[in-house]
T-cell receptor, first 115, second 113 residues
Framework: NAGVMQNPRHLVRRRGQEARLRCSPM?????VYWYRQLPEEGLKFMVY????????ESGMPKERFSAEFPKEGPSILRIQQVVRGDSAAYFC?????????????FGAGSRLTVL | GENVEQHPSTLSVQEGDSAVIKCTYS??????FPWYKQELGKRPQLIID?????GEKKDQRIAVTLNKTAKHFSLHITETQPEDSAVYFC????????????FGTGTRLQVML
């Protein structure tokens, strides 16, 4: 079991460019969560998705950010027109769709640097 | 929504001493309380969790206690070792689908030789 796979691990973008972060959940997991961690800070919830459905996006900024989890392929967090304040580590986590939901297994994270 | 507060933000202990980190939560519907350890530059990893049907859980040198009435829970590490140095996060959430974990702001634990 390869665990939760995230790529890229490091991404550098200039202001105004787009960033796409990908997350493949653990085998057998159908729930994906995205969290953002600013330097020296905690984990802030962004969005919770199941296959083809956004369940909770209450932590997503209203503009420039979007997420999807298609029927086939990884979940993608997309940030359009990036700004310096978007520089952070973005962690994806997955869980099973059972009573063990919320037992989050995190990926290694994608570290976005905006120049 | 849920709000989780965590204290202290930094904690230094001598090797072999105990460390205690405390968290409070606001949503009485929360019934699942995990603790994650994050080493520098790495992913958060679950070290122990507790559900609301128990008041205490222990795993070797690590223990968690939960007081549902007061809405607080704590992590206890005994006989600390240098490899325990990391940032520790508490979290709270409700089991079942369509729910998320809310994390505390973290405690940076440093175990000194």
């Amino acid at each position: 079991n390869a665990g939760v796979m995230q790529n890229p691990r490091h991404l550098v973008r200039r202001r105004g460019q787009e960033a796409r972060l990908r997350c493949s959940p653990m085998k057998g997991h159908s729930h994906v969560y995205w969290y953002r961690q600013l330097p020296e800070e905690g984990l802030k919830f962004m969005v919770y998705l199941q296959k083809e459905n956004i369940i909770d996006e209450s932590g997503m900024p209203k503009e420039r950010f979007s997420a999807e989890f298609p029927k086939e392929g990884p979940s993608i967090l997309r940030i359009q027109q990036v700004v310096r304040g978007d520089s952070a580590a973005y962690f994806c986590a997955s869980t099973k769709s059972t009573s063990r939901a919320n037992v989050l297994t995190f990926g290694a994270g994608s570290r976005l640097t905006v120049l | 929504g849920e709000n989780v507060e965590q204290h202290p933000s930094t904690l230094s202990v001598q090797e072999g001493d105990s460390a205690v980190i405390k968290c409070t939560y606001s949503d009485s519907a929360s019934n699942y309380f995990p603790w994650y350890k994050q080493e520098l530059g790495k992913r958060p990893q679950l070290i122990i969790d507790i559900r609301s049907n128990v008041g205490e859980k222990k795993d070797q040198r690590i223990a968690v206690t939960l007081n549902k009435t007061a809405k607080h829970f704590s992590l206890h590490i005994t006989e600390t070792q240098p490899e325990d140095s990391a940032v520790y996060f508490c979290a709270a959430g409700a089991t079942g689908t369509a729910s998320k974990l809310t994390f505390g702001t973290g405690t940076r634990l440093q175990v000194m030789l």
